[in-house]
């Protein structure tokens, strides 16, 4: 009875592992897959785009024969490049890891065109660097070589000149942009600055998987030096994707020195999430990084250039990149307006109306005055085809025109305004006033203007009044639970004229759901709404949604950063046609929708809580499964208190299926393996397979020939390559052990035929079998450790591997790594790391103690602030961990 009750609480906690791990993987599945359409117009070429290969010094190129930089050029302006003739202002386009230098044609050739075509005094050089797939955003020693290659660039280009050039503008894609960063501190001096404008374009400013030491401290000398940047006045610009970049999320984009962290989807103009790749040829979002650079320039200075006034700059920056109002140029408004005489005013007390232009038939200014005395607290005025620069004003009605009082001029409010998209394509504005906050002395109006040029269009005022409370949607929790302990949130319908409603998302919401229900009279076109997902950090608009009567949701919107560090809850900012009343069902988000978002913010924690948990369950076994109540307490208490059991659980079930994988593996693809490496031995040396397979028994026989053939890999090549080939003998031992298993089980079965066989060894062999069951099993573990401990050497090997026609060894290798891999590929070849099959009383209890404790502190690393920062470590740890179970195996 006990044993069957021990089965079914085996088999329904593995039921439930397994569940919990389909559930991870859905939620996996629908974040990569679960993101707006692509609507980006793409960029086209209007010459066939060539690229000049620009020659650095000769020692320069001796040692990056892999890298290159170029001059990119479209007819006329190729044969210019190629006789070394540079007289625009110099960009250097860097791409991203595993990027072209070929993606630079986006940019480079909207930028050319438009000078061409404004007839601008000025150009834009474009460079480019090819820098080939090297893995940067993985391997510590690539970042550093491009990083160096990139400042050389920089002093080559500038050095292009005749006239006096002294900056380069850098703009980087993914990684690169991190490379940019370092490049500026290896190329500045003191005194100056080779850049003053760094544009980032999905950058992970802070990244997911930090594998090596170097990596780690290029990170950490970049951080520490940041502040160089800052004081020498360069401008950066932080822009990403938005929810279609899966590779790097929002909270990687954040950067802290950046003057401007903003998402495509926010940028007016753009609106549109981008991916890690179409960031780079998005036509609209292209036309605003180039808009942007064209108005950062001074024209007054000869020969033009960019200004060399960061407010300047910036000005020009945050027009285009946070509040582009005024079209496509940078326009500074005027304080104050002068408003035409002879103009018509219209003064309408409703709290909610809309003025057509279809119901005047007048060319002269039209004045629509909106009474601020006795006026709720909120006013949200929203117009369509008004493309007037200057349009809202505050004034005092202190004038006599007629039987009415008017104004004769008014304080511009017009730089309040927020563009919104459209479906047909209409100039579009909207602005939402706090009227306790407006104040202007004896100001008794707010004043839209519509000028006799607007007039040419059918032209919409929507003018909504409201209380800030009134317009609050709550969200339903998606919990039945909660909505039967607590009272549910009724269902908010809003009125017809109404225009704008908002809803505050708490903590512990990270995806919400909407449907919006519309009903309409006297409309014949498809309406639409509009909801925006605010979120803080200088973000933005994160997500924006369009809802119409045939298409009206459900639609999931997520959460994109981490709020919680800015103290600043994000928002639904809902605009509707006033000509329609809406039910809102706005609800908590799905359970497969929320754990997509765990997948997105937390998945690297998984690494380290697998090595934690694989080192738990190693102590145990060394201390023979004694005193396993107080480890199992202890570990989830850490994990419950440092918000970290849906990691624990989703590793343990990770754990759980790998294990059964492994074990159908040396089943059943033992042979398949042992093949493989039989055939690759024979190529190696050159040997018949029978020769082969011959040696590989022998190897098998006698580890410290094995040992010794693996270590003298490593000088030769990598560490990382050597560890990779020990866990494919490990994995062939667990073959051969498993072949040995089911032979002494057969001769045991056979044994049964000789009576005076069986009664000698009755009393032995159910122990014998014991004994070699539970080898396995903690080979097993300890196989399962090693798989994962030699994750970090993957890129390693990938970087050695790319790199192989330029040179055979890894000159560039982490040391730390270097050491740990020579430590364990020693161990696991040796064949001493072995758990003793006696429990050896206090040397099994001081080391699995030491195991429960640095088991119990790689757990909380994922507690950390910056937990991936402690990812490097695990090598070091377990090849630590290694040569102690190894070395009390040998004295034992």
């Given at each position: 009875?006990?044993?069957?009750?021990?089965?079914?609480?085996?088999?329904?906690?593995?039921?439930?592992?397994?569940?919990?791990?389909?559930?991870?993987?859905?939620?996996?599945?629908?974040?990569?897959?679960?993101?707006?359409?692509?609507?980006?117009?793409?960029?086209?070429?209007?010459?066939?785009?060539?690229?000049?290969?620009?020659?650095?010094?000769?020692?320069?190129?001796?040692?990056?024969?892999?890298?290159?930089?170029?001059?990119?050029?479209?007819?006329?302006?190729?044969?210019?490049?190629?006789?070394?003739?540079?007289?625009?202002?110099?960009?250097?386009?860097?791409?991203?890891?595993?990027?072209?230098?070929?993606?630079?044609?986006?940019?480079?050739?909207?930028?050319?065109?438009?000078?061409?075509?404004?007839?601008?005094?000025?150009?834009?050089?474009?460079?480019?660097?090819?820098?080939?797939?090297?893995?940067?955003?993985?391997?510590?020693?690539?970042?550093?070589?491009?990083?160096?290659y990139?400042?050389?660039?920089?002093?080559?280009?500038?050095?292009?000149?005749?006239?006096?050039?002294?900056?380069?503008?850098?703009?980087?894609?993914?990684?690169?942009?991190?490379?940019?960063?370092?490049?500026?501190?290896?190329?500045?001096?003191?005194?100056?600055?080779?850049?003053?404008?760094?544009?980032?374009?999905?950058?992970?400013?802070?990244?997911?998987?930090?594998?090596?030491?170097?990596?780690?401290?290029?990170?950490?000398?970049?951080?520490?030096?940041l502040?160089?940047?800052?004081?020498?006045?360069?401008?950066?610009?932080?822009?990403?994707?938005g929810?279609?970049?899966?590779?790097?999320?929002?909270?990687?984009?954040?950067?802290?020195?950046?003057?401007?962290?903003?998402?495509?989807?926010?940028?007016?103009?753009?609106?549109?999430?981008?991916?890690?790749?179409?960031?780079?040829?998005?036509?609209?979002?292209?036309?605003?990084?180039?808009?942007?650079?064209?108005?950062?320039?001074?024209?007054?200075?000869?020969?033009?250039?960019i200004?060399?006034?960061?407010?300047?700059?910036?000005?020009?920056l945050?027009?285009?990149?946070?509040?582009?109002?005024?079209?496509?140029?940078?326009?500074?408004?005027?304080?104050?307006?002068?408003?035409?005489?002879?103009?018509?005013?219209?003064?309408?007390?409703?709290?909610?109306?809309t003025?057509?232009?279809?119901?005047?038939?007048?060319?002269?200014?039209?004045?629509?005055?909106?009474?601020?005395?006795?006026?709720?607290?909120?006013?949200?005025?929203?117009?369509?085809?008004?493309?007037?620069?200057?349009?809202?004003?505050?004034?005092?009605?202190?004038?006599?025109?007629?039987?009415?009082?008017?104004?004769?001029?008014g304080?511009?409010?017009?730089?309040?305004?927020?563009?919104?998209?459209?479906r047909?394509?209409?100039?579009?504005?909207?602005?939402d006033?706090?009227?306790?906050?407006?104040?202007?002395?004896g100001?008794?109006?707010?004043?839209?203007?519509?000028?006799?040029?607007?007039?040419?269009?059918?032209?919409?005022?929507?003018?909504?009044l409201?209380?800030?409370?009134?317009?609050?949607?709550?969200?339903?929790?998606?919990?039945?639970?909660?909505?039967?302990?607590?009272?549910?949130?009724?269902?908010?319908?809003?009125?017809?004229?109404?225009?704008?409603?908002?809803?505050?998302?708490?903590?512990?919401?990270?995806?919400?759901?909407?449907?919006?229900?519309s009903?309409?009279?006297?409309?014949?076109?498809?309406?639409?709404?509009?909801?925006?997902?605010?979120?803080?950090?200088?973000?933005?608009?994160?997500?924006?949604?369009?809802?119409?009567?045939?298409?009206?949701?459900?639609?999931?919107?997520?959460?994109?950063?981490?709020?919680?560090?800015?103290?600043?809850?994000?928002?639904?900012?809902?605009?509707?046609?006033?000509?329609?009343?809406?039910?809102?069902?706005?609800?908590?988000?799905?359970?497969?929708?929320?754990?997509?978002?765990?997948?997105?913010?937390?998945?690297?924690?998984?690494?380290?809580?697998?090595?934690?948990?694989?080192?738990?369950?190693?102590?145990?076994?060394?201390?023979?499964?004694?005193?396993?109540?107080?480890?199992?307490?202890?570990?989830?208490?850490?994990?419950?208190?440092?918000?970290?059991?849906?990691?624990?659980?989703?590793?343990?079930?990770i754990?759980?299926?790998?294990?059964?994988?492994?074990?159908?593996?040396?089943?059943?693809?033992?042979?398949?393996?042992?093949g493989?490496?039989?055939?690759?031995l024979?190529?190696?040396?050159?040997?018949?397979?029978?020769?082969?397979?011959?040696?590989?028994?022998?190897?098998?026989?006698?580890?410290?020939?094995?040992?010794?053939?693996?270590?003298?890999?490593?000088?030769?090549?990598?560490?990382?390559?050597?560890?990779?080939?020990s866990?494919?003998?490990?994995?062939?031992?667990?073959?051969?052990?498993?072949?040995?298993?089911?032979?002494?089980?057969?001769?045991?079965?056979?044994?049964?035929?000789?009576?005076?066989?069986?009664?000698?060894?009755?009393?032995?062999?159910?122990?014998?079998?014991?004994?070699?069951?539970?080898?396995?099993?903690?080979?097993?573990i300890?196989?399962?450790?090693?798989?994962?401990?030699?994750?970090?050497?993957?890129?390693?090997?990938?970087v050695?591997?790319?790199?192989?026609?330029?040179?055979?060894?890894?000159?560039?290798?982490?040391?730390l790594?270097?050491?740990?891999?020579?430590?364990?590929?020693?161990c696991?070849?040796?064949g001493?790391?072995?758990?003793p099959?006696?429990?050896?009383?206090?040397?099994?209890?001081?080391?699995?103690?030491?195991l429960?404790?640095?088991?119990?502190?790689?757990?909380?690393?994922?507690?950390?602030?910056?937990?991936?920062?402690?990812?490097?470590?695990?090598?070091?740890?377990?090849?630590?961990?290694?040569?102690?179970?190894?070395l009390?195996?040998?004295?034992?």
């Amino acid at each position: 009875m006990i044993l069957i009750k021990s089965i079914l609480v085996y088999c329904l906690s593995f039921s439930l592992l397994m569940l919990l791990l389909l559930f991870y993987i859905l939620g996996a599945a629908r974040y990569v897959t679960d993101f707006e359409e692509n609507t980006c117009d793409m960029t086209y070429m209007f010459e066939y785009p060539q690229y000049v290969r620009i020659s650095l010094d000769n020692e320069i190129e001796e040692r990056y024969p892999r890298y290159g930089l170029y001059a990119y050029g479209e007819g006329f302006v190729t044969e210019k490049h190629r006789r070394m003739y540079f007289s625009g202002i110099p960009v250097l386009f860097i791409p991203g890891n595993a990027g072209s230098h070929e993606q630079v044609r986006s940019l480079a050739s909207v930028s050319l065109r438009k000078s061409l075509k404004e007839r601008t005094p000025f150009h834009f050089d474009y460079f480019t660097v090819s820098l080939g797939k090297d893995y940067s955003a993985l391997y510590g020693g690539v970042l550093m070589d491009e990083t160096f290659y990139v400042s050389h660039c920089i002093q080559k280009i500038l050095s292009l000149y005749k006239s006096s050039v002294e900056n380069v503008i850098l703009i980087g894609h993914s990684m690169a942009s991190v490379i940019a960063k370092g490049s500026v501190l290896l190329s500045s001096n003191t005194n100056t600055s080779v850049t003053n404008i760094i544009i980032t374009l999905a950058t992970p400013h802070m990244p997911t998987l930090i594998l090596d030491r170097t990596f780690a401290n290029y990170y950490y000398n970049l951080e520490n030096r940041l502040n160089e940047i800052k004081d020498a006045g360069i401008s950066i610009i932080s822009i990403g994707g938005g929810s279609r970049d899966t590779l790097v999320t929002t909270t990687q984009l954040l950067d802290p020195t950046a003057d401007i962290n903003v998402l495509s989807t926010s940028i007016p103009d753009v609106w549109k999430s981008t991916d890690h790749l179409s960031i780079l040829w998005c036509k609209q979002l292209v036309l605003a990084i180039v808009c942007s650079l064209f108005d950062s320039v001074s024209v007054s200075h000869r020969p033009p250039r960019i200004s060399s006034n960061s407010e300047e700059r910036m000005q020009a920056l945050k027009y285009h990149f946070h509040h582009r109002i005024y079209g496509k140029r940078l326009y500074h408004s005027k304080e104050t307006i002068q408003f035409e005489p002879g103009g018509e005013w219209i003064e309408d007390i409703r709290r909610q109306y809309t003025w057509s232009s279809k119901s005047s038939s007048r060319r002269t200014p039209i004045y629509l005055m909106i009474r601020l005395t006795g006026q709720p607290d909120e006013l949200t005025i929203d117009t369509i085809n008004l493309e007037s620069k200057d349009w809202l004003f505050v004034c005092t009605a202190s004038s006599i025109q007629g039987q009415s009082r008017v104004c004769t001029w008014g304080w511009n409010l017009s730089n309040r305004t927020l563009l919104l998209p459209d479906r047909l394509h209409r100039p579009r504005k909207i602005v939402d006033l706090n009227l306790q906050e407006v104040n202007y002395p004896g100001a008794t109006h707010i004043v839209v203007r519509i000028t006799p040029n607007d007039l040419d269009e059918h032209v919409l005022v929507n003018v909504d009044l409201y209380s800030h409370e009134a317009r609050y949607v709550p969200i339903k929790r998606s919990m039945p639970l909660f909505n039967i302990l607590f009272k549910k949130p009724q269902i908010k319908k809003s009125d017809i004229g109404h225009v704008r409603y908002y809803t505050t998302i708490d903590s512990s919401i990270n995806v919400v759901t909407v449907e919006l229900v519309s009903e309409c009279k006297d409309v014949t076109h498809n309406v639409e709404a509009i909801v925006e997902l605010c979120e803080a950090g200088s973000i933005g608009v994160s997500q924006i949604q369009f809802f119409t009567s045939i298409d009206n949701g459900p639609k999931t919107m997520k959460i994109q950063t981490d709020y919680k560090q800015f103290n600043v809850s994000p928002y639904l900012r809902l605009t509707l046609n006033p000509a329609c009343s809406y039910m809102f069902n706005i609800q908590e988000g799905g359970i497969i929708d929320r754990i997509s978002i765990i997948v997105r913010d937390r998945w690297y924690l998984l690494y380290t809580t697998i090595i934690s948990l694989l080192l738990l369950l190693l102590s145990i076994r060394i201390n023979h499964s004694r005193e396993q109540l107080p480890t199992i307490v202890v570990t989830i208490f850490l994990s419950y208190y440092y918000g970290l059991i849906f990691e624990c659980l989703i590793a343990m079930a990770i754990l759980s299926a790998f294990t059964i994988g492994l074990c159908c593996s040396i089943i059943f693809l033992g042979s398949v393996a042992h093949g493989i490496a039989v055939r690759f031995l024979a190529r190696a040396i050159t040997f018949s397979t029978t020769w082969s397979d011959w040696l590989l028994g022998g190897l098998n026989q006698l580890p410290f020939i094995t040992t010794i053939f693996v270590v003298s890999i490593i000088p030769a090549t990598c560490g990382a390559l050597a560890m990779i080939i020990s866990v494919f003998l490990y994995f062939l031992n667990l073959t051969k052990m498993y072949e040995d298993y089911l032979e002494e089980l057969l001769m045991a079965s056979l044994q049964h035929f000789n009576w005076t066989r069986r009664f000698r060894s009755a009393k032995n062999d159910p122990e014998e079998h014991e004994d070699t069951r539970q080898k396995i099993l903690n080979h097993l573990i300890l196989f399962l450790l090693w798989c994962f401990t030699a994750i970090p050497a993957i890129p390693s090997v990938l970087v050695w591997a790319k790199n192989f026609s330029y040179d055979i060894r890894l000159t560039t290798e982490d040391p730390l790594l270097h050491q740990s891999w020579i430590i364990l590929v020693v161990c696991s070849t040796l064949g001493w790391l072995q758990i003793p099959p006696k429990y050896q009383a206090i040397r099994s209890q001081v080391l699995a103690s030491i195991l429960y404790f640095i088991g119990w502190i790689i757990l909380l690393m994922g507690a950390a602030s910056h937990p991936q920062f402690y990812q490097y470590y695990i090598p070091p740890v377990v090849a630590g961990i290694a040569s102690l179970i190894t070395l009390n195996f040998i004295t034992s």
